[in-house]
């Protein structure tokens, strides 16, 4: 079974969403409206160079809420690779280390 989490946020990025850091700094309001708006990611240059990528409010909330995701997606992978590999304790010894911690 296989999942992509982060699939539905890998946006594309539009060239009407580069822009050099100086034009964001003149113009930050403008730019942060637009992320939010749009809820596409602008990318800032810097000698040409992408340098940072602003993101609106709602969509870093969605890659936070993604990453989580993920990881619980590798948790469970992991204790399944262990389950299949014998790496596992019955209920009472796993009780009673528990309480011994």
Do not use: W
Not at 9 to 19: G, L, S
Not at 34 to 61: C, D, M, Q
Not at 73 to 82: C, D, P
């Amino acid at each position: 079974m296989k999942f992509n989490v982060l699939s539905e946020f890998c946006m594309q990025i539009h060239v009407e969403d580069i822009h050099a850091l100086t034009e964001f700094q003149r113009n930050a309001k403008a730019h942060l409206a637009r992320v939010n708006r749009t809820g596409r990611p602008e990318v800032l240059t810097v000698n040409g160079k992408a340098e940072a990528v602003l993101l609106g409010r709602r969509s870093y909330e969605q890659v936070l809420e993604a990453l989580e995701e993920l990881g619980t997606l590798k948790a469970i992978r992991r204790g399944i690779s262990e389950m299949e590999g014998g790496q596992t304790l019955d209920a009472a010894t796993a009780h009673q280390r528990l309480r011994e911690l």
